[in-house]
């Protein structure tokens, strides 16, 4: 009989005690025992050496703050397994993970394993709930087989994370730098298997502020990522642009529309009856989301849902905006 195959768990992190342990906690509940954890310390300014040689982790430490991307490829180098798993600092993994991972590499021959989140957030804070709701259900709207990751949950074959590019280390920020893996991947030839019952829950406590903010930044970073893959041609080889659906980039110009119409209307009120057609259309675009969180969580959730939702757009279309002027007018390529 063959002998199982090694796992390596690698998980960066910088200056995250506040989450470590339970994330390790849920690493060493893994009924197999097949496979090591590698912690890279990101040059934390917090002292987490004790902590990850208590808990049974390989602890390697980076010499200056470099991001997530420079992290994970030093853990791959770190690492003894031939199936490397990424997760994150802020991430509970389910407890029969490996052999799940082990199930799913045998049946669909992928080289890369990509696994899903849970709808249960351990933060009761509306802005914790709906982000983790939304990363569920745009996970799950996806097919079989994608063309993204996201490290929250990636496994990956070693060899053929060496073969490629691995992560784009120009990425410093935490941000998009796990979406270069899977072009990386793809690009190599490898194909990225979603199994979307592998669930993991994101201790991840985000106020109104934190959200916004997260949302600007990450869509001007995608704006600057998509404009690479462009220019390399992988979004012409009838590619979709990471989990995005139609509908979802199709509300932002529709909520651009309606706030310019709001806006004249001040001078010429029949306007306003264009800004009311517009929202309407948002509305028809984002029906299927808000049905979502009203199965889920009930009308007054969802109401709520819905003007975070339309807030987002603005703020991601900003963040488009801004990452378009950096990227052709300053040159600012990342």
């Keep these: 009989m063959p002998k199982k195959d090694f796992y390596s768990i690698v998980i960066p992190v910088y200056n995250g005690s506040r989450t470590l342990r339970k994330t390790l906690e849920s690493v060493r509940r893994q009924e197999d025992d097949d496979f090591e954890i590698v912690v ?43 199936i490397i798993v990424f997760t994150d600092s802020d ?26 989140f849970s709808k249960h957030c351990p933060h009761p804070n509306f ?36 073969k490629g590019n691995g992560f784009d280390r120009n990425i410093r920020a935490a941000s998009v730098e796990d979406r270069t893996l899977g ?13 979307k019952r592998l669930e993991v829950v994101h201790d991840k406590f ?26 390399s041609k992988f979004l012409e080889k009838g590619k979709s642009f990471g989990t995005n659906t139609r509908a979802a980039m199709l509300r932002l110009p529709v909520v651009a529309l309606t706030l310019v119409f709001l806006f004249l209307g001040l001078i010429y009120p029949p306007l306003w ?9 948002y ?3 984002t029906r299927n989301w808000i049905s979502f969180l009203k199965k889920n969580k009930g009308w007054w959730f969802a109401l709520r849902g819905q003007f975070a939702d339309f807030t987002d757009a603005i703020a991601t279309g900003l963040g488009v905006a801004m990452g378009m002027f950096e990227y052709r007018v300053l040159g600012r390529r990342y």
């Design 40 to 82: 890279v310390d990101d040059a934390s300014t917090e002292e987490l050496r004790p902590l990850i040689e208590e808990m049974g982790a390989l602890y390697h430490r980076l010499p200056e703050n470099s991001g997530p991307a420079t992290a994970r490829t030093a853990g791959v180098a770190a690492a003894r397994g031939q």
């Design 91 to 116: 991430v509970w993994l389910p407890d029969h993970l490996i052999g799940n991972l082990r199930k799913a590499f045998a049946e669909t021959g992928a080289e890369c394993v990509q696994g899903s």
């Design 127 to 162: 802005f914790s709930q709906y982000k983790n709701l939304y990363n569920h259900y745009v996970i799950n709207q996806l097919g079989d087989w994608i063309n993204t990751t996201y490290t929250s949950l990636t496994a990956v074959q070693k060899g053929f994370f060496l």
């Design 183 to 195: 072009e990386s991947l793809i690009s190599a030839g490898g194909k990225i298997y979603l199994a």
């Design 206 to 231: 985000l106020d109104a502020k934190g959200f916004y903010r997260s949302q600007f930044n990450r869509s001007r970073d995608l704006a600057k990522l998509m404009q690479r893959q462009k220019e």
């Design 273 to 281: 009856l264009l800004a009311l057609i517009s929202f309407a259309a």
């Design 283 to 285: 509305c028809w675009l």
